[in-house]
């Protein structure tokens, strides 16, 4: 059973950053697509970011330019870098890792934008 550690979010203003780390333990089997998913009130959740094993990365169009993902295999650690937040960017984030039998996901971690 892998385990996944979330930490970083809060409140922030509008313009400002935040950093997300997601830590996981506990894995038998080598971990994939690791990366973030938000989910608003009202809304479904979306994902915000992925990175594979070997660095290929994907984002969602809201955030390219304004979210940077990053990851350290050895320590199974994904992070995720917000700047120039926006209101709309208020969410729950949820980190999750992807090994070959399963995929497990965070406690969800809260990002409020607001001034």
């Known amino acids: 059973q892998v385990q996944l550690v979330e930490s970083g979010g809060g409140l922030v203003h509008p313009g400002g950053s935040l950093r997300l780390s997601c830590a996981a333990s506990?894995?038998?089997?080598?971990?994939?697509?690791m990366g973030w998913y938000r989910q608003a009130p009202g809304s479904q959740r979306e994902l915000v970011a992925s990175?594979?094993?070997?660095?290929?990365?994907n984002y969602a169009d809201s955030v390219k330019a304004r979210f940077t993902i990053s990851r350290d295999n050895a320590k199974n650690t994904v992070y995720l870098q917000m700047n120039s937040l926006k209101p709309e960017d208020t969410a729950v984030y949820y980190c999750?890792?992807?090994?070959?039998?399963?995929?497990?996901w965070g406690q969800g971690t809260q990002v409020t934008v607001s001034s």
């Open positions: 990175i594979t094993s070997n660095g290929i990365i």
């Open positions: 999750y890792a992807r090994t070959v039998i399963n995929t497990y």
């Open positions: 506990g894995n038998r089997f080598r971990i994939n697509d």
